[in-house]
């Protein structure tokens, strides 16, 4: 439960620090990289993946958007089950 609040709160964090740096406060690339890329994606990569996906709705790619959630939770889960696998064999 505490990583689901986390990853909430992450995302929730990447969207006002999202607008306030494009439409309030007009801050370079490098520091709004360093602030969404480095602060939140220590904090929460889901974060990253929330805003990475809003933004290509926001700019009307949705079959990107689409893709990218399907595409990054069926393979991410592919993974852990591939892993989780693997670990049996060891």
Request: hydrophobic share 55%.
């Amino acid at each position: 439960m505490g990583t689901l609040v986390v990853n909430l709160l992450g995302c929730f964090l990447a969207g006002l620090i999202s607008y306030l740096m494009f439409e309030r406060f007009l801050l370079s690339q490098t520091t709004r990289t360093v602030l969404l890329i480095g602060l939140l994606g220590g904090f929460t990569t889901f974060s990253s993946f929330g805003l990475q996906s809003f933004n290509m709705l926001r700019d009307g790619e949705v079959g990107l958007a689409l893709l990218n959630v399907v595409l990054s939770n069926a393979v991410g889960l592919f993974m852990v089950w591939l892993g989780y696998s693997l670990g049996k064999l060891i």
